[in-house]
């Protein structure tokens, strides 16, 4: 299902001031990609996300989602199409603390047409997800990963068209968030959309598109390998680990000159 923005704005009033979040974004994202959205604290990228996940409209602008002109829909509108077409994944999970793995995954069919089955279909998304050891564990049961496996299943058990992702590796240790991340890479190689908001360089390395966004509005827009920031990341990153490269081999070199050294003595003293 495809995305197209045009000329996006979102103001919020607070008192007699106005907080211009965005300002005339111009979008489109075609079936099958991975985006990264990425900005700093204030850019907007949440404030898009909320919009283009039909949890906020916009002041003005246009957007449609596939044929669906979603802008101007009511509330009740907003919600059918968001638990038809739209999957989401944040970074605390948002998991029912007293409810099963299983149950967890079950619950956004609660509010679908698509009861029918909800057991098996939840199952199958566990399943999906590297967890079908663990659908009877409840979240304190669970690792950071785990938990956040559980949230993917939950934002598939629909078959969304669109899976959104804010931040879902910030609570996860490094070694987790590339398991998380490998994950999301295999769902894209298997059809799915993928629209990832993140501040982390490494974790937006992941998608093959990036949108940097700066006070409301996109300043860029590049396939990964042709992100000027981004390459310039991976460059600092190789130096970076040469050096380190350069260091252990100098540290074991000096060791292994002292260890020679000893023996050298210890052999000298014994004749």
Same mark, same amino acid.
């Given at each position: 299902?495809?995305?197209?923005?045009?000329?996006?704005?979102?103001?919020?009033?607070? +008192?007699?001031? =106005?907080?211009?979040?965005?300002?005339?974004?111009? $979008?489109?994202? @075609?079936?099958?990609?991975? #985006? /990264? *959205?990425?900005?700093?604290?204030?850019?907007?990228?949440?404030?898009?996300?909320?919009?283009?996940?039909?949890?906020?409209?916009?002041?003005?602008?246009?957007?449609?989602?596939?044929?669906?002109?979603?802008?101007?829909?009511?509330?009740?509108?907003?919600?059918?199409?968001?638990?038809?077409?739209?999957?989401?994944?944040?970074?605390?999970?948002?998991?029912?603390?007293?409810?099963?793995?299983?149950?967890?995954?079950?619950?956004?069919?609660?509010?679908?047409?698509?009861?029918?089955?909800a057991r098996k279909r939840a199952k199958?998304?566990?399943?999906?997800? +590297?967890?079908? =050891?663990?659908?009877?564990?409840?979240?304190?049961? $669970?690792?950071? @990963?785990?938990?956040?496996? #559980? /949230? *993917?299943?939950?934002?598939?058990?629909?078959?969304?068209?669109?899976?959104?992702?804010?931040?879902?590796?910030?609570?996860?240790?490094?070694?987790?968030?590339?398991?998380?991340?490998?994950?999301?890479?295999?769902?894209?190689?298997?059809?799915?959309?993928?629209?990832?908001?993140?501040?982390?360089?490494?974790?937006?390395?992941?998608?093959?598109?990036?949108?940097r966004l700066r006070d409301g509005r996109?300043?860029?827009?590049?396939?990964?390998?042709?992100?000027?920031?981004?390459?310039?990341?991976?460059?600092?990153?190789?130096?970076?680990?040469?050096?380190?490269?350069?260091?252990?081999?100098?540290?074991?070199?000096?060791?292994?000159?002292?260890?020679?050294?000893?023996?050298?003595?210890?052999?000298?003293?014994?004749?």
């Open positions: 299902m495809s995305i197209r923005i045009r000329n996006l704005a979102k103001v919020y009033r607070m +008192g007699t001031e =106005e907080v211009h979040a965005l300002r005339g974004v111009d $979008l489109d994202i @075609g079936d099958n990609e991975f #985006v /990264a *959205i990425m900005g700093a604290s204030g850019s907007g990228k949440s404030t898009l996300m909320n919009i283009v996940g039909c949890l906020d409209r916009p002041t003005s602008g246009t957007y449609e989602l596939g044929d669906i002109r979603v802008e101007k829909m009511s509330a009740t509108k907003l919600a059918s199409v968001r638990n038809r077409e739209i999957g989401f994944v944040f970074q605390s999970f948002e998991l029912l603390g007293r409810a099963t793995a299983l149950k967890n995954v079950m619950l956004p069919m609660l509010y679908s047409a698509q009861w029918w089955g199958d998304a566990l399943a999906s997800v +590297g967890l079908a =050891e663990r659908m009877g564990h409840k979240p304190n049961q $669970l690792s950071g @990963g785990q938990k956040q496996r #559980v /949230a *993917i299943a939950r934002a598939l058990v629909n078959k969304p068209r669109i899976l959104l992702a804010d931040e879902p590796t910030g609570a996860l240790d490094s070694k987790t968030s590339e398991d998380i991340m490998a994950l999301f890479r295999e769902l894209h190689n298997k059809g799915q959309t993928v629209i990832l908001v993140t501040h982390e360089e490494d974790i937006a390395g992941y998608a093959n598109r990036i949108i996109i300043v860029s827009d590049y396939p990964t390998d042709k992100d000027p920031v981004h390459q310039d990341y991976i460059q600092r990153a190789l130096e970076h680990a040469q050096r380190m490269a350069d260091d252990n081999a100098q540290t074991q070199s000096k060791s292994a000159a002292s260890l020679a050294a000893v023996s050298a003595s210890l052999a000298g003293g014994a004749s």
